[in-house]
């Protein structure tokens, strides 16, 4: 597991975003979205003197919360300034509460139109995001993991964490290896969303979420958090023990996972200087690559 400790929420957003500008190949895509139509892709024959989107969307796994506002708004940035495109991407929310409607200020729905979508172009009908506006979930759910098993799975997963160590709205004691489902919001995870809501009685006591099993599916993972209040749930994920009483903790199963968080959020890390200094080493790698010259 890498983790990249840096300044502040500030820095955090700024590193994700050149991150994952990288990773998904954003600024590859300046260019594209003429070419991208509503229904798929056009066909590239012919185009290749001019830049032509790739065969296939790459497929994002988007998260909601305080914590990813910072990277949206340096992604906005950049694409508003013509340097990122997301023409040729498709995306998936992890979650959305059950019994707020998608037009509900409130609803991860409105949050994502609001905080990203409205202003970049990633083609209409390319976002998904579970929908509980239906009588049967359960159903609702299902149909969720096999659009993204339709979609080839998710390339590049952006996940924040609870203070409880939950991903997604993976509560204690989710089986790690679960799918798209429902499931019921803990005390405490209603406790830290009070705060967009009237009362905590207001807050919606269940939710549509990717399972855990989804989330380990992505090819890469990059996690955020910022404060001091991350900062238990943190130690526990990178340091503890793997188990379904700190969800993301199972992350220390996967190949390709980021955890970028700040000076507050690290603040209960064992093995900090480590985690500097790797990140130290893996700045000469990467000179070495670019220059051609052979770390001493
Ligand atoms: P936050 O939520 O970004 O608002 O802290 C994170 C989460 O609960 O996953």
Redesign the pocket.
Known sequence: MRVVILKNADAVAKSAAEESIRRIGLADLVGTADLVGTAGLVGTAGLDSVKTPLEKPVVVGL?T???PLGLYREWIHAYQAGQISFANTMSFNLDEYVGIPPRDPRSYHAYMHENLFRHIDIPPGRSFIPKTDVSNLDESAADYEWKIEQAGGIDYQIL???SDG??GFNEMGSSLASRTRVKTLTKK?RM?NARYFDSFDAVPKMAITMGIGTIMNARSILLLATGAGKAKAIRDTAEGPVTAMVPASVLQFHDDVTLMIDEEAAKDLSHREYYLESEANRRRIELAESTGLQIE
């Open positions: 998260a919360g305080g914590t924040g964490i609870g939950h991903i995870t830290d």
